[in-house]
């Protein structure tokens, strides 16, 4: 009989412990139970196992205490308190589990909040160590300059387009712009092919210097627009402020000057046919060697100018991607990259003046 009693209050005891006050909790109640003893990382006054842990043993031995002594009254002596040990021994016992228990719970809760504590502080390093990165590669992207003085103008923006941010703080390539990137390389690549066997890039015949040259000029015209405009698309999309959107045209336009200017001297110092018993023999010889150095000094320097202006975007472009990724084997990401370069390196090696 005492045994069912004990069950009845045991069932009375978890009833009042557990039930939640908010009748709707009731509807989940599995998920409740689960929550309501399992540790968290909570404060430990907010832990239903650790109270239960500690009330349920002292629950009990009350309950044995009264159900076992109901029959033996105490005594105020030094006889009913040894009767009173002796009798409530198995009581005792229980209730000696409390602070047993209660330890045990402290101690996994402990661990529980320490494991919490390393999970936050590892999610803060990795938050300070993405945002000190994201710092130390905006200050570089910043001190990066092209050929014409041109900056990036949106660090920040060029970051975001190379990754994606996912959870956890972890990067990945943005790969789709990547490939973007390598379509827009493996274009310029095919107009400096085109522009490369052109007579524009061919040294102008020079009995008809400007009309031929114009005519190169005027041939390839839609070409060159096409790859200032490449380039153009490119330093948009890498951020960088333009200055200008036709500098190649410009470098051609400035070369096709000069060399109307040179021609317009020429003629002007030499504006009849002269034998070689004239006085003014060996100064129309010296105007025509100065003449040959004006026409090989512009065209040079316009081939030299175009091949630095490209080759400025590339190398732009590799010191962004070795900035973003610290990695040196771009050939697999930007494949178009090399290609450019190997029809570059090309193109210095066909002969003409080339820089450096």
């Known amino acids: 009989m005492t045994i069912l009693i004990y069950i009845f209050c045991v069932f009375l005891f978890l009833f009042l412990f557990i039930v939640p006050k908010n009748k709707e909790k009731l509807r989940p109640l599995k998920k409740y139970l ?34 076992l002594g109901w029959d033996y009254p105490f005594k105020w002596d030094a006889i009913g308190f040894n009767d009173f040990l002796n009798i409530h021994k198995f009581s005792l016992g229980i209730l000696a589990l409390s602070p047993i228990l209660g330890a045990f719970v402290v101690s996994a809760h402990r661990s529980i909040q320490t494991a919490k504590q390393i999970e936050v502080t590892e999610k803060k390093n990795k938050v300070d160590i993405y945002y000190t990165r994201r710092k130390f590669i905006k200050e570089q992207l910043s001190d990066i300059k092209t050929l014409n003085n041109e900056k990036i103008s949106n660090p920040n923006i060029l970051y975001m387009k190379f990754f994606t941010l996912s959870g956890n703080y972890n ?35 020079i009995d008809k210097l400007s009309a031929d040259f114009n005519k190169n000029k005027a041939d390839n015209f839609l070409l060159i627009l096409r790859l200032d405009s490449i380039i153009y698309q490119l330093k948009t ?70 091949i630095l202006y490209i080759k400025n975007i590339l190398d732009t472009l590799k010191d962004i991607y070795l900035i973003l990724f610290n990695d040196t084997d771009f050939e697999n990401d930007l494949p178009g990259l090399s290609h450019c370069y190997e029809h570059i390196k090309n193109w210095r090696q066909s002969g003409d003046k080339k820089p450096e």
Do not use: R
């Open 34 to 67: 689960f929550n309501k003893f399992t540790l968290n990382e909570n404060s430990l006054h907010e832990q239903g196992l650790f109270w239960f842990a500690i009330l349920f043993p002292l629950y009990s031995s009350l309950c044995f205490i009264f159900l």
């Open 171 to 205: 990067e990945n390539k943005e790969v789709l712009f990547i490939e973007n990137l390598n379509y827009k390389l493996k274009t310029l690549n095919g107009f400096i092919f085109k522009l490369t066997s052109s007579k524009l890039m061919k040294k102008p015949d």
């Open 237 to 306: 999309e890498l951020e960088i402020t333009v200055n200008t959107k036709c500098y190649i045209f410009n470098i051609i336009k400035k070369c096709s000057d000069e060399l109307a200017n040179a021609e317009k001297n020429y003629d002007d110092a030499c504006t009849y046919p002269i034998s070689n018993d004239d006085p003014d023999y060996d100064y129309h010889e010296e105007m025509g060697v100065v003449y040959e150095m004006n026409i090989d000094n512009s065209f040079n320097e316009m081939v030299e100018d175009i």
